[in-house]
Every structure is written in C-alpha cells, then in structure tokens.
C-alpha cells in the first residue's frame, strides 16, 4: 500500500530561492519546536536596491552576517526587517540586525519594533516597487501576520501553517477561535487563487495552499471533539486530557500540546456561555 502523500505537497528542500523575489536562509537553531529551524524570507522587487528580510530568526551572529551578505551580492541593503511574531526563535535577531543595516523594524508588538513601525492589516510594503500585503493572522499568538507576495501568489506565514506538522496555539496569548477565524481567512484566499503557495518559518515550502490549510481545518476540528469527548467523560484538567489526547505524542512535547489543550478548554467554555 502506497502511503498517503503529506498535506501541502512539500518541497524536497529547504533553503534558497524561491522565485526571483524571494529566498530562504536557514538559521542554525533546529529543534523539536522549530523543526530544521526557522527560515529567513528575504524579499526584493527585481530591479530594487532595497530588500525586506521577515522574520532574522535568533540572536545569531553568523546567520545575521550570511543575511546581510546574501543581501549586498544582489547589489541591494536590507530596507526594512518584518516579523511575524515575537517568539525568540524569529525576534531574537532583530537588534543584531538592525544594528548591522540600521533598517526600520515593523512588528504588531511595540517591543519588537526598536522604534520602528506597526504591521497593520491591509497594509502594503511597496519598497522599490515589491507588493508585500501585510494579513492579521492571531491565534498562534495574539501579535501573529502573515505576509502575501502578490505577484508570486507566496504566502509567508511565521508559525500560523508550518511546513510539516502543526502549530501550537500557545495559550494564554493565542485563542482558538482566532486561530481557526484565521486559517478560515487564508483558505478562502486559496480558494480565489491569491495564494498558492506556502512559505513557512519552519519546514519546507508548501505548494498547495488549499490543501496544507484543509489538513489544518481539519485536524483542529478533530483535536477539539477529543478534547470535547474527553470533558464530557469527566476528564476536565489540562494535563489530564493530555495524557489522554495526546497519548501517541512524545511526552517531550506535551508541555506544548497543553497549551494548545488550555486554549482549547478555554474555547469549550467560551461556546458554552453564549
């Protein structure tokens, strides 16, 4: 028997280009968590002499030189440094880096920004002519975006769809019901055709969007009636549903699956009191 293809089409690889505007640097920070660890985006209009880098990864002072060298062999300097969120595995770097290119920083959380500026939904970076659509994405973490490549059809989405696996929804800062309102949000972009592909902090690249974020649906939907079964045979606390949830998952991880299990016993009970 054949077995059954992993959610997304993933790439073989990870690392490189991605299209003519878009490459990946890996950082060296693999773990259970981050996977082969996180990638670095950096994104350029071809013809422009700036380039935005998403996400520096950690405080790492080789991957932020290899950063800036990637970015001065093309001829350009790095404009400006996104973030997808303020987890360290991606934030970390972000002082290293600007310190390097003095480049405005743009993040959702005010302590991330270094005086920089705010990513707001709708809003475009349109650096020597890139179309770089900023999409509020909360649940992983309350401060979480995703980015659109318009002209690529590239959606680069921090923690929000990984590129094997799934994500933690890390309670108390990321809710449920934001999660599932926003991988609601991206598949109906799938559905239109605005996004094709997936570019993830971790793993490889996706290339089917709609099926990587069906695959997501759906497993949250089957998480949330276990967690619901569990509750109603009377298995009510965090570490109890699980051990019983999430019994066939390394017990390394199930500090991380009970954040996802608070958050979504916190959801239970929110559906409850309406």
């Known amino acids: 028997m054949n077995a059954q293809p992993l959610p997304g089409n993933p790439r073989a690889s990870i690392g490189g280009a991605a299209s003519e505007r878009v ?33 520096p990864g950690p405080d790492d002072a080789g991957h932020l030189r290899a950063i800036v060298a990637a970015v001065e062999a093309d001829g350009r300097r790095v404009g400006r440094i996104l973030l997808t969120h303020g987890h360290p595995d991606h934030s970390a770097g972000v002082a290293g880096l600007k ?10 959380d005010p302590q991330w920004r ?36 318009a002209e690529d059809r590239f959606l680069i989405t921090g923690d929000t769809v990984l590129g094997r696996g799934t994500t933690v929804v890390a309670h108390p800062d990321g809710k449920l019901g934001d999660y599932l309102d926003s991988l609601r ?30 695959f997501y649906l759906a497993h949250r ?28 998952v390394d017990r390394s991880l199930w500090w991380a699956a009970e954040l996802s299990v608070r958050a979504q016993l916190e959801y239970l009970a929110e559906r409850a009191d309406t």
């Open 185 to 214: 949000r991206l598949r109906a972009l799938a559905e239109t055709g605005e996004i094709g592909a997936v570019l993830p902090a971790h793993g490889p690249i996706l290339d089917d969007a709609a099926g990587v974020l069906d």
């Open 99 to 108: 310190a390097l290119t003095g480049a405005i920083v743009h993040a959702v």
């Open 221 to 248: 939907a089957a998480r949330l009636a276990q967690v619901e079964a569990a509750v109603a045979a009377g298995i009510t606390t965090a570490p109890e549903v699980v051990a019983h949830v999430y019994a066939n």
């Open 114 to 149: 270094y005086g920089g500026e705010d990513l707001t939904d709708g809003h475009v970076i349109d650096d020597g002519g890139l179309d770089l659509r900023v999409l509020a994405t909360p649940g992983h973490s309350g401060d979480s975006v995703c980015f659109v490549v």
């Open 23 to 55: 490459t990946c640097l890996l950082a060296p920070n693999p773990s259970a968590m981050s996977l082969d660890g996180t990638n670095t985006w950096i994104v350029a209009e071809p013809g422009s002499d700036t380039a935005v880098v998403i996400d």
